[in-house]
Nanobody, 128 residues
Framework: QVQLVESGGGSVQAGGSLRLACLSS???????LGWFRQAPGKGREAVAR???????NYGDSVKGRFSISRDLAKNTFYLQMNNLKPEDTAMYYC???????????????????????WGQGTQVTVSS
């Protein structure tokens, strides 16, 4: 049974940093991975993706501020978030388990339906 467990969320002031972690059990985090977020009243938006070659892609609103990475030894992947803004306030979800045929390019455009496994979410709140 696959389980993804996020940690690291919390409340910070604008300009601060947080690092989210997603610990995986039952699934090796060597494949196509993603971080998504959902603010109240909005749909789930892709924040960051990483493919099997460790190439990355980011949503326009977080480019230059967020970074996705993985640690295979810990079977964990991360989202480093710097220079946080109030508009980053949302529930953050990690995603793994690419559905369908894999390609390096398509992985970096992954959307919610493309992943089999999801974490329970961790809340990030940024105050001004």
């Amino acid at each position: 049974q696959v389980q993804l467990v996020e940690s690291g969320g919390g409340s910070v002031q604008a300009g601060g940093s947080l690092r989210l972690a997603c610990l995986s059990s039952g699934y090796r985090v060597s494949g196509c991975l993603g971080w998504f977020r959902q603010a109240p009243g909005k749909g789930r938006e892709a924040v960051a993706r990483i493919n099997i070659r460790d190439n990355t892609n980011y949503g326009d609103s977080v480019k230059g501020r967020f970074s996705i990475s993985r640690d295979l030894a810990k079977n964990t992947f991360y989202l480093q978030m710097n220079n946080l803004k109030p508009e980053d306030t949302a529930m953050y979800y990690c995603a793994a388990g690419w559905k369908g045929s894999y390609s390096d390019v398509v992985c970096l455009s992954g959307l919610e339906p493309d992943y089999n496994f999801w974490g329970q979410g961790t809340q990030v709140t940024v105050s001004s």
